[in-house]
């Protein structure tokens, strides 16, 4: 079993209070995030799934795959949901130089900024959506960021920050990529720690389907029954 927790320690949190491990609030918002895509099926599987909840999310692509699957990327933008950057090659910060860190990076970034011209200016459908506009806002001001296996160097973090990136952690770990968790603890892991402003993992990847396709509903039934609204970091 992983030693990483499913909630994130509030000591860990101190030591990094530039990062954003929640959103503050009374209110009962919740915030969805999914690494690793743009996935064929599974990202797709989850925008329809989120529809069906009037959910936004938070989606932290991984600029590779923006390219491989750049009309999924598109119906992530016409859903309404945010975009963060996850790199451009899922690569780990604390094995990586600084330098390198931050070209992987601004190489995602212009994947993502790029494909945000085009769903604006050429796609025709996605002119006269507002949803996909708003999406472009919450993109390019300000930029968000999520490490990959939240490994980052202080370094980093503290460059990108200056460059006007958000750093995006959390504070629920569903774990839904871990073979070693059951669906039904996935499940638990985010009913039992979640609160009002959480900032929830999941993964939209071939890795982790299996749990999250099971987990994602039911959190979107328990906690909707409760009146939480499912909200997109911006």
């Known amino acids: 079993m992983t030693l990483t927790p499913v909630k994130m320690p509030t000591l860990v949190k101190r030591m990094f209070p530039n990062y954003i491990w929640d959103i503050p609030t009374t209110n009962k918002s919740i915030y969805l995030t999914f690494d690793d895509g743009p996935t064929p099926e599974i990202t797709n599987w989850t925008l329809n799934v989120l529809k069906q909840y009037n959910a936004k999310a938070t989606f932290f692509c991984i600029g590779n795959n923006i390219e491989k699957h750049p009309n999924i990327f598109q119906d992530i933008l016409n859903d309404g949901h945010a975009i963060g950057n996850h790199t451009h090659n899922h690569i780990k910060g604390w094995k990586t130089k600084t330098k ?5 990076i601004f190489e995602a970034q212009n ?5 945000i011209k085009t769903c604006h200016t050429e796609s025709f459908d996605c002119v006269q959506d507002k949803p996909c506009r708003s999406a472009e806002l919450k993109i390019l001001n300000p930029k968000l960021f999520r490490p990959p296996y939240g490994q980052i160097k202080p370094k980093q ?5 200056e460059l006007g990136y958000k750093i995006i952690m959390w504070n629920v770990l569903s774990f839904d990529w871990d073979a070693t968790v059951s669906n039904e603890n996935c499940l638990n892991n985010v009913i039992s720690k979640t609160t009002n402003g959480s900032i929830i993992v999941f993964h939209d990847s071939v890795k982790a389907s299996k749990n999250m396709q099971y987990a994602l509903p039911k959190v979107l039934e328990y906690f909707s029954e409760k009146g939480y609204r499912f909200e997109s970091i911006d």
Do not use: F, H, P
């Open 157 to 161: 973090g503290k460059q990108l920050i």
């Open 111 to 115: 994947v993502i900024n790029s494909q």
């Open 100 to 104: 390198d860190y931050l070209k992987n």
